[in-house]
C-alpha cells in the first residue's frame, strides 16, 4: 500500500517535475554558478572562474549595505501591516453582508494593475502638487515634497506597497478562512464563547498555515523589491530608496556583469532562505503531519 | 455526490441593519483604496492633462484615446494574445499546483519538508538574474519567439504549489481515510475527495496566476519577438513610450482596458472561494 | 473533461513552437514605432530585390536586456540600433562586427563617429542625434520685463532672468535645476561644465581631468540656481515648463511633439546653452544619439551594412527625424534642409550638435557617469561643497579608470 501510493504520487508530479528542472531549476543553478566566475552575457566565452572575488567585493561595498539596510527597513515597516491589513480586510467582508462582492472586488482592485502603472500613478501623487499635497493643503498640513526629501521617500514607497498588497492578500486569507468548518465556530457559540475568543482559538490557530505563507511570500516579494524603486525615484534622493534588488541592477546588471549581479542576489537569496526558515519555526510550529 | 446548491445552506442575507454598520466603517477604506484608480481612469480621458489629477478632473473629458487603442488593430491582437497564453497558464497552474500541492501537503513523499523549501527557494531569487539562463534554455529548445515560450516557462508555478500545500495540511484528512477505507484508489481519493475540498484555494491560485501572467512585462518581451505574438503590457508599452517620456493619457487608457479582464476573472472565481462553505457541512 | 482539456493544451503548446526561421531573411532590431520606420524598409527592399527584411520594435525599457540576452545566446539579429549610452560596453566586449573598411566613404557626411569609434576602428554608423538646449518661456520673459525675442547667452544672463522670473511668484519659478534623475541630471549639469572648460578624462582616456577649477565654478554656479528656481526631476520639470510655470530649463526635442499635443497655446523659444561669459567658453551641451551596428555572430553582416548605409542617407535619416521629432539626422549639414529651415526653433538644436559633446567611450563610463551624478547630488542637498563633490567625483573617476 505504502509503496502504490509512493509511485502514484511520483508519477502525478512527473510532468511537472520535468518542467521545474528545465524552467525553474536551470536558471537557478546556472546563475548560483555563474556568481562564482566573470560571466558577462556579451562575451560568454570569456568566462573565468573568479572563486569568491565577487561575493567579497559585494560585502566590502558600503552601497550593498546600505541597500541591504534599506530592504529591512522596508520590509520591517510594511509586513507587520500588511499582515494585518489584509487578515482584517478579510474578517471583514468573509460573512455574508449585502454588497459584500462590491468590497471584496474594491478591495481588490489595486493589485488588478500593473505595477508599473500603479507606481506611475503614485510617483503623480506624490508630486510637490500633487493629489496628496493638494489633499494636505487643505487640511493645513504640512506638505513635503515627499519622494525628493530622503526622509520621506522610502515611507512613501512603502505605504504605497501596504495600500497594494493588502488586497491581495486578503483573498488568500479569505480562502483560508473558508476552509474552516463552520460548526466548530456553532459549537463554540454553543458553549458560550464570545467573538474575540472564537478569534484567538479557533481562527487564528486553523488559519497558521495560511498565515505563514502569507507572512513567507509577502517576505520574499518584499525583499526583492524593485519596479516600484526604479519607477518613483531610481533609487534616490542620496540612495535612500535603493533596494539589494535595485543595487544589482544598477551596479551590476546594467553593466552586464551578471557574475557580480549573481553574487549580490545569492546574497539576499541566503537571506530569504533565513528568514523564511525563522518564519516558519515561529509560526508553522504545528504542523502534525496529517498525511 | 450530489451538488448542495449553496443558495439552501446560506441563511438569508443579513437585516439591512447589520450591513449598514459594516458600510459605515468600509466605505471610506474602499474609497481611500480606490482613489489612485480613479485618477488612473481621468487620465485616461484628458489627453491635455498630461498627468496633472486636478487638470484632468475639470478639463473636457474625451474617450478619443480608447479610440486610438484600437484604431491599429494591434491592442485586439494582444489582448487576445494575453487572454489565450494567460488561460492556458492558469489551467496548467490550477493543475499542477493541486496535484503537487496535495502530494506535498499529505506528505506523500520522503523528505517532504526539504522538497518544500526547496520549491519556495526559487521563489526567492530576483528574476532579473534568472532571464538570462532562461533564455538560453529556450533558445536551446528552439522555443523562443513562440507561444510556448510565453507559456512553458509559467506553467509551474511555486507560488500555487506552496499555496495548496499550505492549505492541504490543514484539511481534515477522515474524509480520505473513510474513501480508503471504503477501497477507493489514491487517483480516486485525489479527484473525488480532496479535489472539491480544494475549490477555495485553487480559486485563488487561478485568480494569482491570471494576475501575474496577465500584467508579465520583462520575460515576454525578452522571449518574444514577433509582433503578432505579443502580450498586451509590452504591446502597450511599446505603443506608449518614447525615449523620454510617457504618452499619459494612451498609456492610462490602455491601463484601463487591460485591466477588465483580470476584474471579470476575480467576480468569477471569487464566488469559487465561497464553496468552503460546503465543506464543514458535510459533516 | 478535465484531461480532454489538459490533452488539448498540451497540443497547443507544441504546436505552437518557434516558426521555420526564413533563411533569406535580415533581422533588424530598433526602438522606433513600426509606422515610422516601415516606409524607409519597404524602400529598402525595393531598391534591393532579393533582401527581405524582418524588423522588429524594441521597448526602451527592457529593449537593451534583450539585445544581451540574443547576444549571450549567440543568435543576436543582423542589423541592430543602439543608444550611444550601450556603446561603450558593447564595444568593449568585442561583440560588435568591425566596419571600418565597409564605411570609411561616409566619415566626411556624417557626424558623431566619436560613438562608435575604438582608436581607429569603426564599429557602427551614426543614424540620428540628439541634444540638450535651452528652452525658455517668452509668455514669462515679457511678463518679468526681458527681451523675449532670444534666450540669455552668457551665465550671468540666465541668473539675471531666472531672479526677475522667480519674483513674479504665484508658482512660476525661475529655472529649473535638474535632480538626480539618473542618466539625465548629467546631461543638464554637464554643458555648464564643458562650457566653462572642463573636462572628465584626458584625450587618450587615460587618466581623470575632472577635479579642475573650471567644474568647481561650473558647478558652483548650477547650485546658485536653485535660489532662482526650482528642483525636481525630468518629467516634473518638463510638465511644469509645459503649464506654462518654468521660465527656463535645459531639455530636448521631446518637447517638440509634446508641447502641440499638451500646451499648443505656449509662446516658447529654444537658445543654445547659455556661454560662462562673452568672451570665455563655449555654447556646450550634451551630445547623444543612436547608432548602428552589426555583431560578429550576426548571420548576414553585408547585407546588414548595405541596409545601415541606406539608412543613414541624409533623405532617409531626415524622414526618421522627422517622424520621431525627439531626434535629428547625424548628417553633417541637416539644418539646411528645408523641413529645419523652416522650423528655427528646431534649427537651433542642430546647431547646437557643433559645440555639443560626446561622452567618453571608457569601458567604464556608466559607473563615472554615476560617480558623478551622486556628487552632485550630494551638493545639490547640501551635503559638500561645489569643491569637496567634484574632488571626491574625480577620486571616484580615477579609480574606476583601470577597470572594466
Known sequence: MRTHSRATAWFLASPWVVAFALFGLYPFVFSLGASFTNYTPLAPDATRFVGLANYARALHDPAFWSALRNTALFVLGTIPFTTAASLGLALAVQPAFRGRTLFRVGFFLPSVVSIVVLSLVFKGLYASNGGLNSVLALMHLPTPAWLQDPRTALPGIMAMDVWAASGYYMIIFLAGLEGIPRDLYDAARLDGAGGWARFTHITLPLLRPTLLFVLVVNTIRSLQIFAEVFVMTRGGPLGSTTTVVYHLYEQAFSRFQLGEASAIAYLLFLLSLGLAWVQMKAVGAQEESRG | ?283 | MKRIALALVLLLAMGACAPAKKVQEVVFWQFWPLEVIQPLVTAFEAENPGIHVRVEQLTWDGGKDKITASVAAGNPPDLCELGSTYMPRFLDSGALSDWSAGVADLRPGLRGWEQCMVGDAIYGLPWVLGTRALFYNKALFARAGLDSTHGPVTWAELETAAARIQKLGGGVHGYGVSLNDKQKLFKKFMPYAWGNGGEILSAGLDSARFDSPENVAALEFYLRLRKVGTLGMQDALDQEFKEGRLGMQISGAWLFKQIPKEAPHLKYGVALVPQPAADRGTHASFAGGEVLVSFQASKRKEDALRLARFLVRPDNALALAIAAQSVQPATVSADTAAYYRERPMQQVLIQQFATARFTPNHAAWDEMEQAIESEVEQALYDKKSAAQAVTDANARIAGLLGKK
Open chain 2, 1 to 283: 455526490m450530489s451538488e448542495v446548491r449553496e443558495e439552501e445552506l446560506v441563511p438569508p442575507p443579513p437585516a439591512w441593519g447589520m450591513s449598514a454598520r459594516r458600510w459605515l466603517w468600509l466605505a471610506p477604506l474602499l474609497a481611500a483604496m480606490l482613489l489612485p484608480f480613479l485618477w488612473m481612469v481621468a487620465l485616461s480621458v484628458s489627453p491635455q492633462a498630461g498627468n496633472s489629477f486636478t487638470k484632468a478632473l475639470e478639463g473636457p473629458w474625451d474617450f478619443s484615446q480608447y479610440r486610438t487603442l484600437f484604431e491599429t488593430g494591434k491592442m485586439g491582437r494582444y489582448l487576445l494574445n494575453s487572454l489565450g497564453v494567460a488561460i492556458i497558464v492558469v489551467v496548467l497552474n490550477v493543475v499542477t499546483a493541486a496535484m503537487v500541492g496535495y502530494v506535498l501537503g499529505r506528505k506523500r513523499v520522503p523528505g517532504e519538508r526539504f522538497w518544500t523549501m526547496g520549491i519556495v527557494a526559487t521563489l526567492m531569487v530576483p528574476k532579473q538574474t534568472l532571464m538570462i539562463p532562461l533564455y538560453l534554455v529556450l533558445a536551446r529548445l528552439h522555443l523562443l519567439d513562440s507561444y510556448a515560450a510565453l507559456i512553458l516557462p509559467f506553467a509551474v508555478d511555486a507560488f500555487g504549489i506552496f499555496l495548496v500545500r499550505q492549505y492541504v495540511t490543514q484539511l481534515p484528512i477522515e474524509l480520505e481515510e473513510a474513501a480508503r477505507v471504503d477501497g477507493a484508489t489514491d487517483w480516486q481519493i485525489f479527484r473525488e475527495v480532496a479535489l472539491p475540498l480544494l475549490k477555495p484555494v485553487l480559486a485563488v491560485v487561478a485568480i494569482q496566476a491570471f494576475l501575474t501572467n496577465w500584467n508579465s512585462f520583462l520575460f515576454p518581451l525578452i522571449f518574444v519577438d514577433s509582433d503578432h505574438l505579443r502580450t498586451l503590457p509590452v504591446g502597450l508599452a511599446l505603443m506608449s513610450q518614447t525615449e523620454h517620456s510617457v504618452d499619459w493619457g494612451f498609456l492610462m487608457a490602455g491601463s484601463t482596458v487591460a485591466s477588465l479582464p483580470v476584474l471579470v476573472v476575480f467576480v468569477a472565481f471569487q464566488r469559487q472561494i465561497l464553496s468552503g462553505l460546503l465543506a464543514g457541512a458535510e459533516k
